[in-house]
């Protein structure tokens, strides 16, 4: 492997100078987010991550060389054990919404609704009711095992775990999440696999809300994707204006701007030209062929995120009407492969 420095070192090398990084377990100790635990990775390099075990494996608070570019909310990392579902009709997951990446699915993505549940076939329940972006991101993951093992000469830091999401005579989809990094690296790798256990075809949404934070996103720095054209826009577009290919600073009272645009390939970067510092997510249109861009400029919420989604802003009733949705067979599996890359300028 190639250290900070471009010289080579093998596995020995690396182990006559000390450990540069790792993976370790811990569990947070106060207010809402007591008891949810935590993977800290360090890379060595200046990556260091969150992995929130007990929020779907999603990444929280993410920096480089201490210039943070994951997105920390005012909600701070909400304990899943206080979140209700139902609340605020549907949406509640805005009081658990923080970090580098929030997934939405197993079942559903976007705006809520009711949806036919015929499918389960228990007739007390004529349809379901979604939330925003559905249930996952607050259910626990059971651990697999976490740490680091080596492939050749490149030590890599890994971390496993599965998210059941499951009602008696409703979905039954479990998430196997894989998160990876290379000691030395400034690479964050997702592999996951979402499968249907059951014995009915079980409807399937997915989507990254991956959020980019301060410093990295401040006035000035910029949006770059292959945009080959825009397909819908928020009402708040028109009526505010702001601008989302170079951004401004913070506006108070500021109204989230939405994009889908149509790409002509599966990636999208942040880039701050003053800070020296861009971070890109790399997808498969294959696995991924819509992509949503969300502005919330507001003074106290300042973010921007790069949304790679199975679906389009339709959201579940849409996609049911056109034909467009996924419907996991029994026993049928669907993998995703995305990269989170960060660059010095």
Avoid at 4 to 32: P, S
Avoid at 166 to 172: D, H, L, S
């Amino acid at each position: 492997m190639t250290d900070l420095y471009g010289q080579m070192h093998d596995r020995r090398e690396l182990a006559a100078r000390g450990g540069a990084g790792g993976v370790r377990l811990v569990t947070l100790a106060d207010g809402a987010e007591r008891d949810v635990r935590a993977l800290e990775f360090r890379t060595g390099s200046g990556l260091a991550f969150e992995v929130l075990v007990d929020r779907a494996m999603d990444l929280g608070a993410a920096e480089h060389a201490g210039r943070a570019f994951g997105w920390n909310s005012p909600t701070g990392v909400r304990h899943p054990g206080l979140h209700e579902h139902a609340d605020e009709d549907g949406l509640s997951w805005l009081r658990s919404f923080t970090g580098l990446l929030v997934t939405g699915g197993l079942d559903h993505t976007l705006f809520g609704g009711s949806v036919d549940s015929a499918g389960y076939r228990y007739p007390p329940r004529e349809t379901v009711r979604h939330g925003l972006h559905g249930r996952v991101a607050n259910i626990p993951a059971r651990l697999h095992g976490y740490g680091s093992t080596w492939e050749g000469d490149r030590c890599v830091l890994w971390a496993e775990g599965e998210v059941r999401q499951a009602a008696v005579f409703g979905e039954n989809l479990t998430l196997t999440r894989r998160i990876e990094a290379d000691l030395g690296g400034n690479e964050i790798r997702l592999v996951d696999t979402v499968h249907n256990p059951a014995f009915e075809p079980m409807p399937h949404m997915f989507l990254y809300h991956i959020n980019l934070g301060w410093p990295l996103l401040d006035e000035g720095a910029r949006f770059v994707a292959p945009v080959e054209r825009t397909v819908w826009q928020s009402d708040s577009v028109a009526s505010q204006g702001a601008d989302h290919l170079v951004f401004p600073a913070p506006i108070p009272g500021f109204v989230e701007q939405v994009y889908e645009h149509e790409l002509m390939s599966g990636t999208a970067a942040i880039v701050n030209e003053r800070l020296g510092l861009a971070v890109s997510v790399h997808w498969s249109q294959d696995e991924f062929p819509c992509f949503f861009e969300w502005l919330n400029l507001r003074a106290g919420n300042y973010a921007v995120g790069l949304e790679p989604s199975t679906h389009h802003v339709g959201g579940d009733a849409a996609a049911r009407a056109d034909g467009s949705m996924t419907w996991l067979q029994p026993g049928e599996s669907r993998t995703y492969r995305t990269a989170f890359r960060v660059e010095e300028l």
